[in-house]
């Protein structure tokens, strides 16, 4: 028999047909097998319902639950992006610490535990996602639950010389320890959780990769996210060859488009694209560069900080190399549709990703899967984007170096076609081999346990 699936995570598609890479590939393999979806209701309430509210129609059971308006500033705006998110992406300056805001997290997670524990049945498998519940599996084991509880982290794992920073950094090693498996975006995740359990006396490495921690066993490994890359190239070419932009023939685009988030690194990335206008011969071609970023949790004052600092430098620059006919920096702060993104992606001769730090980064492969094969752009790529571990045919750069990102700029606009579509090449191969159904599959495998009969394991076989 079929296991039943039961995936919680903050967001919760409220469609029947959600749009959105992860959303969409989770839906499908919930679509495929059946189970149940548990996630936050959109608005907060001031009464909240006892238990779990339908929603919509689909093919499994989607459900949500309530939290009030204390609960969202303490729960989701105090420590899951005002501790949580600033550890996890290494800038400790911007964590604001308050006991209230972890009392609201820690009690939204019991909540959630007890109105999971209400709907498990004994053989269900739980798929937790992100730093929103890092004590769930915690909690549920207090309550009795002993089914496979796995979790994925799409977030970098926070080093351990850094958490202290962390009011909670001692029960930390046992929120993670309380999963069977905890799915890191890349290697250098797993070497940071490694690290964090090396230094902690009461837990041990076992010689089959799994770690011990107080009679609680569970393995951590890497499953780094991918895309539905032929579907995203569909979408770019469908938007056609018109350039939206209505640039001149023969001028070149740059683009990023992130959500407007301080570890994204924009700011940065603005500097080095004044800095490549800087140096730029009378020879070089004219280049535009287009930054797409719509405001994310506005109501952060990190969040406004980021917003104003690259409305200023923006304008900066454009004072500084703007003509009569032409605007440098062209930055929008609203969200664009997909399918216009996908055409913008492939229009662009040269892609910026350039976070400080990143868990992996989408943008990076809907970039590469964008492209015109024949007449590719070059992408250019953080250290610090979990991407960049596998995508080493991009150019890689150091978004703290000014300079070095500026001279990767004028290499990718002179780069020949012949080494474009050699590396590009390289590549698409990787993307396409490690799309989001790899992804979900690896880990549904995994988590179901290698030693789990065929017919004990979720059937994808529609996904694959
Ligand atoms: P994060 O999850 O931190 O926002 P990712 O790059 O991993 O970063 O994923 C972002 C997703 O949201 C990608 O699929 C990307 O195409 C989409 N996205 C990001 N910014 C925009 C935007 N300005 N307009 C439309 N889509 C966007």
Redesign the pocket.
Known sequence: MTRRLVIVSNRIPTEAEPA??LIVALHECLTEIGGLWVGCAPDPVDVPTPGLTQIGEAAYRRATFDITPLEHEGFYLGYANSVLWPLFHRRLDLISVDGRHAEAYLAVNARVARLLADELAPDDLLWVHDYHFLPLAYELRRLGVTNRIGFFL?TPFPMSADLPALPQSDVFPDWMAAFDLVGLQTERDVAALLEMFRSDPEAEILLNGKLRRRGAEFQAMSFPIG?NADEFGAQADLAGPDDPLALPAGEKLLIG???L?Y??GLVNRFEAFGAYLDRRDDGDPRATFLQ???P?RGDLEAYRDIRAELESASGRLNGTHAALDWIPIQY?CR????GQ?AGLLRRADVGLVTPLA???????K?YVAAQDPGDPGVLILSHFAGASEQMTQALCVNPYDIDEMADAIRQALSMPLRERKDRHAALLAGVRERGITWWTQNYLARLTGPDAPDDARPSLARAV
């Not at 969200?335 to 997909?338: A, E, K, L, M």
């Not at 990143?358 to 990076?364: E, F, K, Q, S, T």
């Open positions: 959105g890479g799409h895309i488009v992130d959500r988030d570890s994204k797409i970023a719509p994310s929008i969200p664009v549709p997909r993104v990143d868990g992996m980064n989408l943008v990076a809907e």
